[in-house]
């Protein structure tokens, strides 16, 4: 039996079980972080199947790793399943989490005889924008010695290299000064205007951004009670951009806009956050394509060469894995279509058979392109020589 013969059996063997898993995390959605029970679960099935196993990495309790074998090239497959406040897996992460188990497992079956060497990261957190998993992993070194890295990312399309853009995620509180609304106004400073007049600049800034900028929030407090002027006004707020360095320059013109409010009404600003921005990714061309060929070969389609990606852009601490070693984070559709990520309907698509299935087209195509790479003399070398 050939090595992509292996790991498809391997894989039909588990198919119940990794769709088992996929539909206990959705049920249980988990925040960022305080994945317990998810992480857990992941963990203990590829214990149980003979991968060496370590839990807590980077001193966060719902990271880990998994390796099993011992071949010459590396190649790492990542794993996510924390979920969303209010909406659950509107992102799919169940998905992406079985998927990644399933694959490492397949790879794993041929990993000798294909001359790999297998590692699933369970990395926490990547809705947490202000601090993803994926980042302190890669501070903490956990991402060290590996050639490649992959996952897939459930959407309403299948495509081969999504459009992933830098952002960075940042708190911002204004502190003014209490006073009688009606009585004594004039001696207040309105800390809820210095937010107005900061969100009233950033529309008014919006027609000097490039097409591709996003600048996106909310109020998270805006007072206590209308008759007081409000003095303890917060937000939290998120800016986008197609590259790290274009986004400099729009999270600076986004922080004079704070700025203004600050100077307008006498409050005192304070941002936090923001210094761990979630890089652009870096898109592996050769893997990607190779993806996409092995895709195909399970009845997915993807858009033609030079038309135009149907996938929305959005950002993901994997664009920072994917600056440190050559990766890939493919889309995989579920049907879900006009339902989009994030969106209440997206998740009950989450837990459809079109949903399971992309937990096994996902998991084979993976593991079909690590073995591949190992089988490919040039790849393999090429990959070898960019060891992360």
């Given at each position: 039996?050939d090595?992509?013969?292996?790991a498809?059996?391997?894989?039909e063997?588990?198919?119940?079980?990794?769709e088992?898993l996929?539909?206990?995390?959705?049920?249980?959605?988990?925040?960022?972080?305080?994945?317990?029970?998810?992480?857990?679960?992941?963990?203990?099935?590829?214990?149980?199947?003979?991968?060496?196993?370590?839990?807590?990495?980077?001193?966060?309790?719902?990271?880990?790793?998994?390796?099993?074998?011992?071949?010459p090239l590396h190649v790492?497959?990542?794993?996510?399943?924390?979920?969303?406040?209010?909406i659950?897996?509107?992102?799919?992460?169940?998905?992406?989490?079985?998927?990644?188990?399933?694959?490492?497992l397949?790879?794993?079956?041929?990993?000798?005889e294909?001359?790999?060497?297998?590692?699933?990261?369970?990395t926490?957190?990547?809705?947490?924008?202000?601090?993803?998993g994926?980042?302190?992993?890669?501070?903490?070194?956990?991402?060290?010695?590996?050639?490649?890295?992959?996952?897939?990312?459930?959407g309403?399309?299948?495509?081969?290299?999504?459009?992933?853009?830098?952002?960075?995620?940042?708190?911002?509180?204004?502190?003014?000064?209490?006073?009688?609304?009606?009585?004594?106004?004039d001696?207040?400073?309105?800390?809820l205007?210095?937010?107005?007049?900061?969100?009233?600049?950033?529309?008014?800034?919006?027609?000097h951004?490039?097409?591709?900028?996003?600048?996106?929030?909310?109020v998270?407090?805006?007072?206590?009670?209308?008759?007081?002027?409000?003095?303890?006004?917060?937000?939290?707020?998120?800016?986008?951009?197609?590259?790290?360095?274009?986004?400099?320059?729009v999270?600076?013109?986004?922080?004079?806009?704070?700025e203004?409010?600050?100077?307008?009404?006498?409050?005192?600003l304070?941002?936090?956050?923001g210094?761990?921005?979630?890089?652009?990714?870096?898109?592996?061309h050769?893997?990607?394509?190779?993806?996409?060929?092995?895709?195909?070969?399970?009845?997915?389609?993807?858009?033609?060469?030079?038309?135009?990606?149907?996938?929305?852009p959005?950002?993901?601490?994997?664009?920072?894995?994917?600056?440190?070693?050559?990766?890939?984070?493919?889309?995989?559709?579920?049907?879900?279509?006009?339902?989009?990520?994030?969106?209440?309907?997206?998740?009950?698509?989450?837990?459809?058979?079109?949903?399971?299935?992309?937990?096994?087209?996902?998991?084979?195509?993976?593991?079909?392109t690590?073995?591949d790479v190992?089988?490919?003399?040039?790849?393999?070398?090429?990959?070898?020589?960019?060891?992360?």
């Open positions: 039996m090595t992509k013969a292996g498809r059996e391997r894989l063997g588990l198919r119940p079980s990794l088992a996929s539909h206990r995390i959705h049920a249980k959605p988990e925040l960022g972080y305080e994945e317990e029970h998810a992480a857990a679960w992941l963990a203990e099935m590829l214990d149980q199947h003979g991968f060496k196993v370590t839990r807590g990495v980077a001193g966060l309790p719902t990271a880990f790793t998994a390796r099993f074998g011992g071949g790492g497959i990542c794993a996510e399943y924390d979920a969303l406040p209010a659950g897996h509107a992102c799919g992460h169940n998905i992406i989490a079985a998927a990644g188990v399933g694959a490492a397949a790879a794993a079956k041929v990993a000798d294909a001359g790999l060497t297998v590692t699933l990261f369970g926490p957190a990547e809705e947490v924008l202000r601090k993803g994926k980042i302190v992993m890669l501070e903490q070194g956990v991402f060290n010695g590996i050639h490649a890295a992959m996952m897939v990312h459930p309403p399309w299948d495509v081969a290299e999504w459009p992933i853009i830098a952002a960075t995620f940042f708190e911002v509180a204004y502190k003014g000064k209490e006073s009688h609304a009606a009585g004594a106004p001696r207040g400073i309105n800390a205007d210095a937010m107005t007049v900061a969100q009233t600049s950033i529309g008014l800034l919006r027609q951004l490039r097409p591709t900028d996003r600048v996106h929030g909310i998270t407090k805006g007072g206590d009670v209308f008759n007081v002027v409000p003095a303890d006004v917060r937000g939290e707020f998120g800016v986008r951009a197609v590259t790290l360095d274009q986004l400099d320059g999270y600076e013109k986004v922080a004079r806009c704070f203004a409010g600050a100077l307008a009404t006498g409050a005192t304070s941002i936090t956050g210094d761990r921005p979630y890089a652009h990714m870096e898109h592996d050769d893997l990607a394509m190779l993806y996409q060929r092995n895709a195909e070969a399970l009845g997915r389609r993807f858009p033609q060469a030079g038309g135009s990606t149907p996938a929305l959005v950002s993901t601490d994997m664009g920072n894995v994917s600056l440190k070693v050559p990766s890939i984070h493919p889309g995989i559709g579920i049907g879900s279509s006009p339902a989009v990520n994030h969106q209440p309907a997206f998740a009950a698509h989450c837990v459809t058979p079109a949903g399971d299935q992309a937990i096994h087209d996902g998991a084979l195509s993976m593991a079909w690590a073995i190992a089988a490919t003399p040039a790849q393999r070398e090429r990959l070898m020589a960019r060891r992360g």
